[in-house]
Nanobody
Framework: QSQLLESGGGSVQAGGSLKLSCGIS????????VTWFRQSPGKEREGVAA????????RYADFARDRFTITEDNVKNVVYLWMNDLKPEDTAMYLC????????????????????WGQGTQVTVSS
């Protein structure tokens, strides 16, 4: 059974950095698109960054473009989200999602397309 497992969250001060990991098991060789989302209490789930696996293109939300980087390790079957210059407004539960399609500019952050999700990892940024 295919699973996603996030790790790497924690508590940091503003300006700090974290590296989140999304471990992919199961039909890892068939996955196409992996997207990191985040969700805070009372807010809608929002797309952070996405990666077309196998060296494909990346997508970023505007708030993430200059501070976050999404990469993949296709040997370990892990997708990373490197987060720098963290701000209190980045505080959220971060979740990864995957499917067999393509992360296009029009759909990479559409949560409804994804049927496979991890449990999430909490990121808390204090001022």
């Amino acid at each position: 059974q295919s699973q996603l497992l996030e790790s790497g969250g924690g508590s940091v001060q503003a300006g700090g950095s974290l590296k989140l990991s999304c471990g992919i098991s199961g039909k890892s060789g068939s996955w196409g698109c992996v997207t990191w989302f985040r969700q805070s209490p009372g807010k809608e789930r929002e797309g952070v960054a996405a990666k077309n696996l196998g060296g494909g293109m990346t997508r970023y939300a505007d708030f993430a473009r200059d501070r976050f980087t999404i990469t993949e390790d296709n040997v370990k079957n892990v997708v990373y989200l490197w987060m720098n210059d963290l701000k209190p407004e980045d505080t959220a539960m971060y979740l990864c999602a995957a499917d067999f399609g393509y992360c296009s500019t029009g759909n990479w952050r559409r949560a409804a397309r994804f049927t496979t999700w991890g449990q999430g990892t909490q990121v808390t940024v204090s001022s």
